[in-house]
């Protein structure tokens, strides 16, 4: 039974993963948990993310992860998605006329970047995103997700809610 909400994995949710908590030489069951949840529907990222992780050292083991287990379906394009970039330039019209600082608004409109593709994905499909950052809407300097998200009518959510609500503690998916 597939599970009717989808969410949205940011780089940095892996990133911290993989260099703390769930090691891969340690917790490998965190990783196959990420595996069964996309296959039950319920995980999916993008290729701008994909594109973050594979800028990492060739031994990286999350590289290695996502070019030898992952699957390539785990990550949904979004520069060629017509919807999707409608949403992006709706995002960036919203930036230019926000509060925050000028080179604030240029690294998040860096086309390199995956936070505000994360953002217009979720915004096309109803997705929620899930990312390690943390909501700090008086701090002008950064355009942090949570912010940006909720200032677009997108949820985000960590990596431990979406634990705590599809995962059991042996890293089995809850259906």
Request: glycine content about 6%; proline content about 3%; hydrophobic content about 40%.
């Amino acid at each position: 039974m597939q599970n009717s909400m989808k969410y949205l994995i940011d780089s940095d949710v892996l990133i911290t993963a993989k260099n703390f908590a769930y090691r891969f030489e340690f917790c490998r069951g965190f990783w196959d948990w990420m595996i069964q949840a996309h296959q039950h529907g319920i995980v999916y990222s993008i290729d701008k993310v994909k594109s973050e992780i594979l800028r990492g050292l060739a031994i990286d083991p999350l590289r290695q992860w996502v070019e030898n287990e992952l699957g390539h379906n785990f990550f949904s394009p979004s520069i060629t998605d017509p919807a999707v970039m409608k949403n992006y330039a709706q995002l960036m019209s919203w930036s230019i006329g926000s509060g925050y600082t000028d080179g604030a608004k240029s690294v998040f409109a860096e086309p390199d970047r995956a936070d505000a593709f994360l953002i217009a994905t979720a915004k096309t499909h109803g997705s929620i995103i899930v990312t390690g950052e943390t909501s700090e809407p008086k701090k002008l300097g950064t355009v942090k997700i949570p912010d940006a998200a909720k200032a677009f009518g997108v949820q985000t959510i960590s990596i431990y809610d979406l634990l705590s609500s599809h995962a059991h503690q042996t890293f089995s998916v809850k259906h």
